[in-house]
């Protein structure tokens, strides 16, 4: 049965103030690509800004992963017009793209910001490898780039970050329509989902051993929470909406609008356990609570017939914060909920694959990124192997 699925989706990230400005800017970005189909189709974003957005163009193209050829460029319209202009807080699905296209091929989308547009919502990645993207001053959607213009001078309000990443502007979702039946993976997090640190070498495994049969789709947010929508943080750009709205509002809009996923993997709640003390909120909730939004979440997955599979949280770092303790003392009984409540249909204990076993409140040597709750790539991919193998089974019967 013919039916549109995601070969691509991140969560458009709302920084409720200007990070920077596009004006003749060209974005190249390159998509992994996992599925088979007939057409494309692209979701522009412009969500949170109070101006439109203006694209002069968008072209796109497939190239090919195991010779490199790029196919001819096909023009991408809205209604009929190449120039692509997106109201105010609003997405926008294109035209059909009549581009057949093949699980061996990538996507490369190139567009062109010719008009002063105001950059306030983007979608990152800090591993950059299922995924990457850059900007160049002029018109090359046409033309190969000769140069490239650095971060901090085209968002600066990015460039602050404490780990590299990358951005795409303007883009939040590539689907195929495809006569197939891949399953459609869905990770729902918190930023170590979203650093893509473990998604990136999940996804790899996955569409290196089932190449066409499964595509996945990160619904991670930096510094999200599952109970509560974003602390009030008036020390950060734009008051801390960066962090988004409770996992409970934003899970069914996020991973099912358009789609619904057969896998659904929730890997949240450190932030819970510790922001509302760390930002100074007067009610800060007991691992019970936690787990209860969990439960809450998990439930519309199952209701929407996906197979849920939840995680315990991985160590929380911080050492030498005078409220550190309080903070895993939350984690470890919510872990010990986790692994006692039967949430979903099974639980992968990623708390237990990280940790130190002398150690239990640290992560292995050589896991983290330096700061003690952020997986790197070794860490990562070590969480991505433990999904995988406890999907293996289930998935090779595609």
């Known amino acids: 049965m013919n039916k549109w699925v995601p070969s691509w989706r991140y969560m458009p990230i709302d920084y409720n103030c200007e990070l920077g400005v596009f004006e003749n800017i060209t974005q190249t970005s390159c998509f992994t690509n996992n599925l088979n189909g007939s057409k494309v189709k692209l979701r522009f974003n412009n969500l949170g800004s109070t101006s439109p957005m203006y694209i002069e163009h968008v072209v796109f193209a497939s190239r090919n992963r195991e010779n490199g050829k790029l196919s001819p460029k096909t023009a991408v319209t809205l209604g009929g017009n190449e120039k692509i202009i997106v109201p105010p807080n609003s997405e926008a699905y294109s035209d059909d793209i009549l581009h057949p296209v093949c699980c061996e091929e990538d996507f490369i989308i190139t567009m062109y910001f010719k008009e002063k547009t105001s950059v306030s919502n983007v979608c990152i990645t800090w591993a950059a490898h299922s995924w990457q993207s850059v900007h160049q001053t002029g018109d090359f959607t046409e033309t190969e780039a000769l140069g490239f213009t650095v971060k901090p001078q085209l968002v600066p309000g990015l460039a602050a970050d404490a780990y590299s990443n990358q951005f ?231």
């Open 168 to 398: 795409v502007v303007g883009l939040s979702d590539i689907s195929v329509y495809t006569d197939d039946d891949p399953k459609l993976i869905a990770l729902f997090g918190d930023s170590i989902t979203h650093m893509s640190y473990f998604s990136d070498p999940l996804t790899t495994m996955l569409y290196n051993r089932f190449p066409g049969k499964c595509s996945v789709i990160n619904g991670g947010i930096s510094g999200n929470r599952i109970q509560k929508t974003f602390p009030a943080a008036e020390f950060l750009p734009g008051g801390g909406s960066r962090f988004g709205i409770a996992g409970t509002e934003r899970f069914l809009h996020d991973l099912y609008s358009d789609a619904d996923p057969d896998i659904v993997f929730i890997l949240e709640g450190i932030n819970d356990c510790s922001h509302s003390i760390v930002f100074g909120e007067s009610d800060v909730p007991e691992a019970t609570d936690i787990f209860a939004a969990l439960t809450k979440v998990a439930a519309m997955a199952k209701e929407k017939g996906s197979t849920v599979y939840v995680s315990t949280l991985t160590p929380f770092g911080s050492f030498g914060m005078p409220w550190r303790d309080r903070v895993e003392a939350i984690r470890n009984e919510y872990n010990k909920l986790i692994r006692e409540g039967h949430v979903g249909d099974d639980i992968i204990d990623l708390d237990a694959i990280l940790c130190d076993p002398d150690s239990p409140d640290r992560m292995q040597a050589g896991m983290d990124m330096g700061d003690g709750v952020h997986p790197g790539w070794a860490g990562g991919t070590k969480m991505a192997k433990a999904v995988f193998d406890k999907w293996f089974s289930d998935l090779e019967a595609l």
